[in-house]
């Protein structure tokens, strides 16, 4: 059975950093990826980051880009999203992802963030 816990999120100003963190339990050998994705209120869920467990590759979405970075302890079976200079429209319901041969197949509950301007 898969678990991803997230948690991390809360209220910040624009300006202002966070640090999400999931950490991830079960078949952990079939993963290939970690991923980070975000749903904000009436939008669909994008992709933010992601990355290659074994060989530590990392994609971003560009509207990220140079301001998060996102990172995998595979010792502690945890991935983070350090995220800087946040934005107002970074405001959503982040969520840690797993990816399989199959895709992105196994999800968590999702940790929410608040970007005050």
């Known amino acids: 059975q898969a678990q991803l816990v997230e948690s991390g999120g809360g209220l910040v100003q624009a300006g202002g950093s966070l640090r999400l963190s999931c950490a991830f339990a079960?078949?952990?050998?079939?993963?290939?990826?970690m991923g980070w994705f975000r749903q904000a209120p009436g939008k669909e869920r994008e992709f933010v980051a992601s990355i290659i467990r074994i060989i530590g590759s990392t994609y971003y979405a560009d509207s990220v880009k140079g301001r998060f970075t996102i990172s995998c302890d595979n010792a502690k079976n945890t991935v983070y999203l350090q995220m800087n200079s946040l934005k107002p429209e970074d405001t959503a319901v982040y969520f840690c992802?797993?990816?399989?041969?199959?895709?992105?197949?196994?999800w968590g509950q999702g940790t929410q963030v608040t970007v005050s301007s």
């Open positions: 079960g078949r952990t050998f079939s993963w290939g990826g």
């Open positions: 992802a797993a990816e399989q041969s199959t895709g992105w197949d196994y």
